[in-house]
C-alpha cells in the first residue's frame, strides 16, 4: 500500500521479505525498494524499484492515480536494485521527462533504449518546478556510485537521499520512530552500521564534503526519504550526525576477533586471547568466519577500533575464507583501526605472514608481530596468548585516545 510522507507525496515502493545475498553482502533482515510519488500539477516519481518487483511498485501508483499520467520521472541512481523498473515505467508512461546526471544517462543507455526518450541532464543546482513545488538536485557523485545524486523539496523540508542514510530492512514500519518503536533504537543502530561498513565505508571523506555542501546550501530538512530502509521522520538530525560520526572513523573502545579455522588450533587461541583483551578493560567481540557472513565480519571490525585477524596455515598461505574477506576489507577501504593477527600452523608457517602482507596494503595501524602456535596451543601457548591480547589491548586504548 502507498504510504504518505508529507501532503501528496508518498512512498509507492516494494518489500523484499526473503532476500538474504545482495551482491555477496548478507541481508538477515531483507530491504526495502523505496520509490516516491509527488502528486503535483505534474505528476512525478522519483526512482524505480527492482525489476522483480515492478508489480508492487505499479500497483501502489495505480492506488494515487493513473500511471500514464506521470509527467516526470527522476532518476537519483541507476543501480539495478533501483533502476531495473524504468523501463517498464516508461512503457507506461512513455511521454514523461526523465531527469538525471550525464553518467546516469550513459549508465542507462547500457541497459534500455532510450532513444525515444526525453532525457533531460541535471546538476547540482538545477531546479524542476512541477507546480507548487520546486525540486533541486544535488550532484554526490561515489556515493556510492558516479552517477548518483538526490533530490530536495524546499516546500516540504524533504530530502530523497538513493542510497545515503538507508538500513536493509525489510518492515512493516516506514517510518524511523514506528520502527524503534516495533523493535529497538539498538537493532536500527546495528542495521545502520552494517550498511555503512559494507557499502559507503570507502566514501567518509565524500560523505562529509557534501554533508558539508549541503550545509553551505542552507536545506533545511526535516525529513530524509533514502532509497532503502525507514524514511526518518522523527530523527533526520541523528542520522546525519551518525554518518559524520562514522565518516570521521569513530569505533567503540573494542577488539574484534575475526578468525577461521582447520582442526580447531586457531579457535583454541582465541579463548586466552579474549580473555587477555577484557582483562585489560577493553571490549572484545569474537566472530568465526564459517559460522557467519562476511558482511557481518565487517560490520563487527567496523565498530571496534582494534581488530586480530586468525589464520590457520593451508598451503603456507592463510585460509581461503580469511583470505576472502580481506580482499573485501581491502576494498572497503578502512582507516582508523589497528589490526594483528595470529594462528596456528602444521607443516609450515605462512598464514600469519600472509595476513600482513595483506594488511600491509591497506590504510591501517598494523599491529607487529603475529603471534602462532604449531597445530594445537598448549598451555604455554595459550599463556603466551593471553600476555599478547593484553599487550594488544593496552596498544588499543592508547590508539584510540588519538581520535
Request: net charge negative; hydrophobic share 40%.
Amino acid at each position: 500500500m502507498a504510504v504518505e510522507l508529507k501532503n501528496g507525496i508518498y512512498w509507492v515502493g516494494a518489500i523484499d521479505w526473503s532476500i538474504r545475498d545482495f551482491h555477496g553482502y548478507e541481508t538477515p533482515r531483507g530491504t526495502s525498494y523505496n520509490n516516491y510519488l509527488i502528486m503535483d500539477e505534474q505528476v512525478t516519481l522519483v526512482d524505480t524499484v527492482k525489476h522483480s518487483f515492478v508489480s508492487d511498485m505499479v500497483r501502489n501508483i495505480k492506488r494515487l492515480v493513473d500511471p500514464a499520467k506521470i509527467k516526470n520521472v527522476i532518476v537519483n541512481h541507476i543501480e539495478n536494485d533501483h533502476a531495473t523498473s524504468l523501463g517498464a515505467i516508461m512503457q507506461l508512461a512513455p511521454d514523461a521527462n526523465v531527469y538525471i546526471t550525464e553518467k546516469g544517462k550513459k549508465g542507462i543507455a547500457r541497459f534500455f533504449d532510450i532513444s525515444k526518450w526525453n532525457i533531460n541532464v541535471v546538476k547540482t543546482g538545477d531546479t524542476l518546478n512541477i507546480g507548487s513545488r520546486n525540486l533541486a538536485f544535488l550532484e554526490t557523485p561515489m556515493l556510492h556510485w558516479p552517477d548518483s545524486m538526490m533530490t530536495y523539496i524546499p516546500e516540504d523540508k524533504l530530502l530523497i537521499s538513493q542510497d545515503g542514510f538507508g538500513q536493509h530492512i525489510a518492515s512493516a514500519e516506514r517510518f524511523d520512530d514506528e520502527y524503534i518503536h516495533a523493535h529497538s533504537q539498538a537493532e536500527l543502530d546495528d542495521a545502520i552500521a552494517d550498511y555503512y561498513a559494507n557499502i559507503l565505508m570507502p566514501f567518509g571523506q565524500i560523505i562529509k564534503s557534501k554533508l558539508a555542501e549541503v550545509r553551505k546550501l542552507g536545506l533545511d530538512i526535516e525529513m530524509i526519504a533514502p532509497d532503502h530502509g525507514v524514511i526518518w521522520r522523527k530523527f533526520p538530525q541523528k542520522i546525519v550526525q551518525d554518518y559524520l560520526d562514522m565518516a570521521d572513523g569513530k569505533a567503540d573502545l573494542s577488539v574484534a576477533i575475526i578468525y577461521d579455522t582447520m582442526w580447531q588450533g586457531t579457535e583454541m587461541m582465541t579463548v586466552p586471547l579474549m580473555q587477555g583483551i577484557i582483562d585489560e578493560g577493553v571490549g572484545c567481540r569474537v566472530v568465526k568466519l564459517r559460522a557467519n557472513a562476511r558482511s557481518i565480519a565487517v560490520k563487527e571490525f567496523w565498530k571496534a577500533r582494534g581488530a586480530l585477524i586468525g589464520t590457520p596455515t593451508l598451503n603456507n598461505l592463510m585460509f581461503p575464507t580469511v583470505a576472502s574477506l580481506l580482499t573485501y576489507l581491502r576494498g572497503l577501504k578502512p582507516k582508523n583501526r589497528i589490526v594483528g593477527a595470529f594462528g596456528s600452523y602444521g607443516w609450515g608457517g605462512g598464514g600469519v605472514k600472509s595476513v600482513y602482507e595483506e594488511l600491509g596494503k591497506m590504510a591501517v595501524e598494523v599491529y607487529e608481530p603475529g603471534i602462532e602456535a604449531h597445530y594445537r596451543p598448549d598451555l604455554d601457548d595459550e599463556t603466551k596468548a593471553y600476555e599478547y591480547g593484553r599487550d594488544f589491548a593496552k596498544k588499543v586504548k592508547e590508539y584510540h585516545g588519538q581520535f
